[in-house]
């Protein structure tokens, strides 16, 4: 068994369990996944997930007991990746899992329905108008986002979801470094720092996983994020510089 499984109980491994009966069973009628047996699945995607939890918890600001407990925003979070499996592996935390097409969330609220994942709320509505709603700007101390888009996109629909102290942790691949340096520009523009690009510890064929990890220094600024659409067709922040080729 992999050593990220191994540190959930069996309850924990239950709950991931009837989380992959339902999400192969949907997966047949909808493109959740892509074509991918059960083992491909665990370790694809699950196992990716869990990866995320001790950079997480190395930076999620500290809140005394009496303030209540870790506040994450997953954005596109399609399958529940890696949302609904951080609620199912820290159940004492709040997660948001934010969708933008109502077929995806409801098989989002479905999925934590069958897991037995309290503490999960679902949400359908594209990051743009997400962001601007005053019940969930500025609200949370995590924001995750696994596949969704390149860093410049990403940080105007994901820091609005900070609050300030915050951190905002982006799952990527094995070369961000050139999508970071074109970031910068956007995130000093939304109030943000990169701490800094962390390699992920995740055995499998799926090479050098990196995890890109930025802290919310204030509030988003007014008129962030813009409309929607408008973060994909016109990124904030520089140009991507591409490696030369030979």
Known sequence: ????????????????????????????NMNL????????????????SLALLPIIEAHAPLSPPSSGPLTLMDVGSGAGFPGLVLAIARPTWRVTLLDSLAKRTRFLGAAAEAAGAAGVRVVCAN????GRDPALRDAFQVVT?????????????????LAPGGVW??????????????AGPALELLGAQLIGVEDVACAGQQGRRT??????????????????????KRPLGGYIKKPKAG
Request: glycine fraction near 6%; hydrophobic fraction near 45%.
């Open 1 to 28: 068994m992999n050593p990220l499984l191994q540190q959930l109980d069996s309850g924990q491994r239950a709950q991931l369990d009837a989380y992959l009966d339902i999400l192969l069973e949907w997966n047949q």
């Open 33 to 48: 996944t892509g074509p991918c047996t059960r083992e491909e699945a665990l370790q694809r995607h699950v196992v990716d």
């Open 127 to 130: 990051a743009e108008a997400a």
């Open 145 to 161: 986002a696994r596949a969704v888009a390149e860093m410049r996109v990403l940080a105007e629909l994901c820091l609005p979801f």
């Open 169 to 182: 942790v982006a799952a990527k691949g094995p070369a961000p470094e050139g999508e970071v340096a074109a």
């Open 211 to 232: 995890a890109l990890t930025v802290r919310k220094l204030g509030p988003t600024p007014t008129g962030y994020p813009r409309a929607v659409g408008r973060p994909a």
